[in-house]
């Protein structure tokens, strides 16, 4: 092997190449100059000449050169495949090679009769004459050693090997005889600066975006061939290029990237790019061999290579989100690889997704917020993952509603982020809104109450110990936040006093608030805030965390923070471990302290009790002034006559005995005057204690509760111009407008549904009333039924018995059952929340948004019941069917008692009327019977989770219709 560290190319050289003669003529055909070193590496002097170096080596001696005698092969003789003599005997006589080798030596040897050496394989029995020699210490100190026998080329110096690349014979066939050699530190510095993407001696670049080139077409350094440096050239070339690569993205960015974690991301590679750049250009300016030089270049090519891959796949158009997806998903894929490297990209990490996770915590208000508060007026405004947006609600029959509200946009969430996580965080901090808009005095809408808690701050985790410490901390902050939240709630004077204590801590921020203070206050004041001021300036720490891993990884002196494989989680894990704790701990604060004022200060449950009461004519007293105002023939008609002077009574729309319809807006307004309130005052108690209007001003009814005309299309208004037709008081509706702290409760969408509970059941009140008042006027005899016939008689017993039914069902089972459920689940929550426990809120129901989708589905499952479902659309018309033949029924008696209708045909119609209602009712029966049987093969677990299950409600209404299969036998 090489005796001198920098050579890379070792050949054995073969016998008739090991004499002086051979140097001598092999110096004499060399056509480049060459340097002769000594054995220990020395160089002697140039010789720029052939026959120079022939006298060097002369005056030095064969044997200083480090040549050895050899024993010549003729092929006459010996053969290239003549075995070795097995006879000892025979292999020590003297052959006439031996006096061969003595004509051509050129060392005068008195031994011309030595032995020849045997291989020691071939003579095992006899033991070997050379005697091992001990080494002393006295040897050691006489200073004298024996001289050294090169059995290589490269054993011989770097000289002999450049001799044997510049031969023109080329018996290498390596192709570097006319290749130039220069100097070997300047070329060191020139892949140096290559390696650093900087114009060098050796490797220029022509033109600002061209490549580098070199300046000598073929070049190599004393020890090396030309194609051991190709390679080292290339990987320096890569790595220059890369840097210049990455110097102009990180250039570009701060122009190109309106995004916060492209920048940082580009401060990011400009920082790791400057550590390389000072290590390798000042620290490692001198290396002290071709093999160092290789592994600094290797070292910073590793370190370069996936922020190529990053740059090349980063545009101007990715926005925050995306970037933070690329990199996260860039860290998985190289988890399991170099760990230097795997530390290097967490804390770039760490820092692109600083913007983002600083949004995240004033979001949720664990951060104060910077710059301008996003609120709902800000329509179309977007702040990173929340925007501002008018969102349409189409219910089942194509009404449509807007409602602004605060908006979590998925598309800006990195994928990275489980959905449940990003949901809650969303829920907090529109919760945290609520209670800043309408309760600015409340300790969680004052920043300085949430910070005097210490909330932990989120970051990048990747060990378990820091997890864990984490979680600790998060314990610790929800304790001491709920403490001051129970103290504020104990306390008189809530938020002052509080605001004045914390003020007053030792270490707490100076606040120039001087309103209310007397002099000497002002003066202490001041002089804190002079001090405050007068503090030295904290000088910024110049070590940076990724130039430090930079260097200790080029200087060979890099540490992994752990080297357990199991110390990290999975990195699926990392986006909760490290976020989902603090969210959660903030959520479940938030959230209850939400829900407690929803229920505590802004009655809540007075205002859905007013749904209850009013749109699901759950009110009596308001069912019977409404009836009576709407049916009641005996009442005062509100229609204007020309000449007629009303009398002053009790004044209704006398719908069933009126020719003109629709009635004017000053019928409406006489005839429904005074029902809404004293419906509501007959059973306000002391529910509400804000009668105020969705507007801020004092009004009689909460949420501005009034009767309204219904937007409805020509169609729909073509049919309410018919008295008799069921369409006729579609266009009447109640007007609610919920408070904008209840908004969020009670949505657009839930008062749609309400509004068309309300047109049902006003069809079912117009029905029940029209069929009592058949059957009192048949079974009395008065009017037109003094001989009313067998299927008039039939007609008036089994539309009474089955409108009857119908409005039982759905009063008392299908609106009321799972309104009951209902309610006994608000009185839970409610008593939890007044009970001041922690962690006390029923295991379904811990935050405003499920409150918000229990509401959404009792409603769900009240609309299902009064087949108001999109999928039950046939049922509801087959039931209108049914309304409708008896509505013309009640008009056909009405003509016939005003003499109108013909008499000849009157018993035919009705037996024609009876026959049609009695064919839809069995139709109906069984097709409710299919419904009953289905919602009992698979009944939705969802209302039965919320104690608002399918208790077989259309069984209940098959045994009020059909009992003993009545309709079905005939």
Not at 584 to 601: G, P
Not at 747 to 768: E, P, Q
Not at 947 to 958: E, K, N, T
Request: charged share 25%.
């Amino acid at each position: 092997m090489a005796g001198d560290e920098n050579a890379a190319d070792v050949f054995a050289i073969p016998d008739f190449w090991q004499t002086s003669a051979w140097l001598e003529q092999l110096v004499q055909e060399a056509p480049t100059p060459l340097f002769a070193r000594d054995l220990h590496g020395e160089p002697i002097r140039p010789c720029h000449e052939a026959k120079a170096y022939c006298r060097a080596a002369a005056a030095l001696g064969s044997s200083n050169l480090g040549f050895i005698p050899y024993t010549p092969i003729t092929l006459a003789q010996d053969g290239f495949f003549k075995l070795p003599p097995l006879d000892i005997a025979e292999a020590k006589q003297p052959d006439a090679r031996q006096e061969e080798v003595e004509g051509f030596s050129t060392v005068a040897d008195s031994t011309s009769d030595a032995e020849v050496e045997f291989d020691p394989w071939m003579d095992l029995e006899e033991p070997s004459d050379r005697r091992t020699g001990l080494r002393t210490w006295d040897g050691f100190d006489s200073g004298r050693t024996a001289a050294h026998q090169p059995m290589f080329v490269s054993e011989a110096g770097p000289a002999a090997y450049d001799a044997l690349l510049s031969w023109s014979a080329d018996p290498l066939e390596l192709g570097n005889w006319d290749v130039p050699v220069v100097e070997a530190k300047t070329y060191f510095s020139s892949l140096l600066a290559l390696a650093l993407g900087r114009d060098s001696v050796f490797f220029r670049k022509e033109d600002e975006r061209g490549p580098f080139k070199p300046a000598l077409p073929k070049m190599r350094i004393s020890g090396y061939s030309r194609q051991i440096l190709q390679g080292l050239e290339s990987q320096a070339l890569w790595c220059g290029s890369t840097l210049l690569e990455l110097n102009a993205f990180v250039r570009s960015a701060y122009a190109a990237y309106s995004s916060r974690c492209g920048v940082a991301l580009a401060s990011s590679i400009g920082q790791i790019l400057h550590a390389v750049e000072q290590r390798v250009a000042v620290d490692g300016r001198n290396p002290r061999s071709l093999l160092q030089l290789q592994s600094t270049i290797a070292d910073v090519s590793t370190i370069l290579k996936p922020f190529k891959k990053l740059a090349s796949q980063l545009r101007p158009t990715r926005s925050d989100h995306d970037i933070l997806s690329l990199v996260f998903h860039t860290i998985s894929s190289l988890d399991d690889g170099e760990e230097y490297v795997r530390d290097i990209l967490r804390e770039i990490l760490r820092r692109v997704s600083a913007p983002w996770v600083e949004l995240m915590e004033e979001w949720i208000g664990t951060r104060r917020e910077s710059g301008i508060p996003l609120t709902k007026s800000n329509l179309g405004e977007t702040k990173g993952f929340v925007k501002v947006e008018a969102e349409a609600y189409v219910d089942d029959f194509g009404r449509e509603e807007e409602d602004v509200d605060f908006r979590l946009d998925r598309s800006k969430v990195p994928d990275f982020m489980p959905s449940d996580v990003m949901d809650s965080i969303f829920e907090t901090g529109r919760n945290l809104r609520f209670i800043r808009s309408f309760h600015p005095d409340h300790p969680l809408a004052q920043q300085a109450e949430i910070e005097s808690s210490q909330p932990p701050k989120a970051d990048w985790l990747y060990d378990w110990s820091s997890i864990l410490e984490l979680e600790s901390r998060v314990s610790q902050y929800r304790d001491r936040l709920n403490d001051a939240l129970r103290r504020s709630r104990r306390s008189t004077s809530l938020y002052p006093l509080c605001m004045v204590a914390r003020a007053e801590e030792p270490g707490s921020m100076f606040r120039l608030d001087f309103f209310g203070l007397d002099q000497m206050g002002m003066e202490e004041r001041i002089l804190a805030s002079i001090n405050q001021l007068d503090q030295p300036m904290a000088e910024p720490s110049s070590e940076d965390t990724l130039g430090v891993i930079v260097r200790q990884r080029l200087s060979d002196r890099y540490r992994a923070t752990t080297n357990q494989p199991d110390a990290t989680p999975h990195r699926t894990l990392l986006p909760v471990l490290s976020f989902g704790g603090i969210a959660s701990a903030q959520a479940q604060i938030v959230n209850q302290e939400s829900l407690r004022l929803l229920f505590n200060e802004h009655d809540l449950r007075a205002h859905l009790g007013l749904q209850r009461n009013f749109s699901l004519l759950g009110n009596g007293i308001f069912c019977s002034r409404l009836s009576h105002a709407l049916f009641d023939l005996d009442l005062e008609s509100a229609e204007r006559e020309a000449g007629v002077a009303r009398q002053g009574g009790v004044m209704g729309l006398r719908l069933g005995g009126r020719d003109t319809w629709p009635p004017a807006s000053s019928e409406l307004r006489l005839a429904l005057a005074g029902v809404l309130a004293e419906s509501f005052g007959s059973h306000k108690g002391s529910r509400f204690r804000n009668l105020c209007s969705a507007s801020g001003k004092s009004s009689g009814l909460p949420g501005d509760l009034s009767f309204a005309v219904r937007e409805l299309s020509p169609e729909e208004i073509d049919k309410c111009t018919n008295p008799d037709s069921l369409e006729a008081l579609d266009f009447l509706r109640l007007s609610y407008k919920a408070p904008p702290e209840l908004a969020s409760i009670i949505t657009t969408i839930h008062l749609m549904n309400y509004d068309g509970i309300f047109k049902l059941l006003l069809r079912v009140l117009r029905m029940l009333y029209v069929v009592n008042q058949l059957h009192r006027d048949i079974n009395s005899g008065a009017g037109s039924w003094r001989n009313p016939s067998n299927a008039s008689y039939r007609f008036a017993k089994e539309a009474q018995h089955f409108i009857s039914s119908i409005a039982s069902y759905f009063f008392d089972t299908g609106v009321a059952l799972p309104w009951q459920a209902f309610e006994r689940k608000l009185d839970k929550v409610q008593a939890d929340l007044d009970s001041h426990k922690d962690n006390t809120a029923t295991e379904r129901l811990r935050s405003p948004d499920q409150l918000r989708e229990l509401h959404s589905h009792v409603l769900d499952r009240i609309m299902f019941a009064l087949f108001l479902k999109k999928r039950q659309l046939p049922v509801l018309k087959l039931l209108e069917g049914m309304f409708s033949t008896v509505l013309r029924y009640a008009m056909f008696s009405r003509l016939q008692a005003l003499g109108r209708a013909d008499e000849t045909r009157g018993d035919e119609e009705a037996a024609e009327l009876y026959t049609d209602l009695k064919k839809k009712m069995q139709v109906f029966i069984t097709v409710c019977r299919g419904l009953s049987e289905k919602g009992r093969g698979g009944g939705s677990m969802m209302f039965e989770e919320l104690g608002v299950g399918d208790d077989s409600l259309v069984a209940q209404l098959l045994t009020k219709l059909d009992m003993g299969d009545y309709y079905c036998k005939h």
